[in-house]
T-cell receptor
Framework: KQEVTQIPAALSVPEGENLVLNCSFT??????LQWFRQDPGKGLTSLLL?????REQTSGRLNASLDKSSGRSTLYIAASQPGDSATYLC??????????FGPGTRLSVLP | EAGVAQSPRYKIIEKRQSVAFWCNPI?????LYWYQQILGQGPKLLIQ????????DSQLPKDRFSAERLKGVDSTLKIQPAKLEDSAVYLC??????????????FGEGSRLTVL
């Protein structure tokens, strides 16, 4: 059974810092991995989707990497801004299985 | 492109009452999901539909929860009778058909349920 963890649970950084969010999964036989952002009281917004054959994906200031063999993905946020404050969740998709979500990392970027 | 639509956004009920949530997926998305998200946790899948057929409902508490997707478009999730532990946000998501494609999930704003 796939289990997904995210460390840290919460993170507070000053504006302008580069930061890394971590996602770990127990079963490396994955189909893809998706990173989401969730603002308080809102649904999930898709940020990046990485297929199992890819090593990384980039969108603007965001870069997500995937290392299947070690069961890890990282989300790199460059030059953080207060508007980046939200909860970031990763979800791991298996072959013929639905996405399993991590608990999320709550990010606060201080002006 | 219109996103996933859900209603109502908020609902407060007493325990043992019933409630229903509605979802309209992105046009052309064959797969529809209902997730339950308890505060501080990641979403947990309740049920997945492919067109109007159920693909996975293994985590749906079938003694009190039911869901349908008539005509393979809109879907309704019902809880009857509600318990205190059902207080959560109910998220609907949709995606293109899974095999061989990106399987990217798109979520609605969610329906927040409070059971008193």
């Amino acid at each position: 059974k796939q289990e997904v963890t995210q460390i840290p649970a919460a993170l507070s950084v000053p504006e302008g810092e580069n930061l890394v969010l971590n996602c770990s999964f127990t079963d490396s036989a994955i189909y893809n991995l998706q990173w989401f952002r969730q603002d308080p009281g809102k649904g999930l917004t898709s940020l990046l989707l990485i297929q199992s054959s890819q090593r990384e994906q980039t969108s603007g200031r965001l870069n997500a990497s995937l290392d299947k063999s070690s069961g890890r993905s990282t989300l790199y946020i460059a030059a953080s801004q207060p508007g980046d404050s939200a909860t970031y969740l990763c979800a791991v998709g298996g072959y013929g299985q639905n996405f399993v979500f991590g608990p999320g990392t709550r990010l606060s970027v201080l002006p | 492109e219109a996103g996933v639509a859900q209603s109502p956004r908020y609902k407060i009920i007493e325990k043992r009452q019933s409630v229903a949530f509605w979802c309209n997926p992105i046009s052309g998305h064959a797969t529809l999901y209902w997730y339950q998200q308890i505060l501080g946790q990641g979403p947990k899948l309740l049920i997945q539909f492919q067109n109007n057929g159920v693909v996975d409902d293994s985590q749906l508490p079938k003694d009190r929860f039911s869901a349908e997707r008539l005509k393979g478009v809109d879907s309704t999730l019902k809880i009857q009778p509600a318990k205190l532990e059902d207080s959560a946000v109910y998220l609907c998501a949709s995606s293109l058909e899974a095999p061989g494609v990106s399987w990217e999930l798109f979520f609605g704003e969610g329906s927040r349920l409070t059971v008193l």
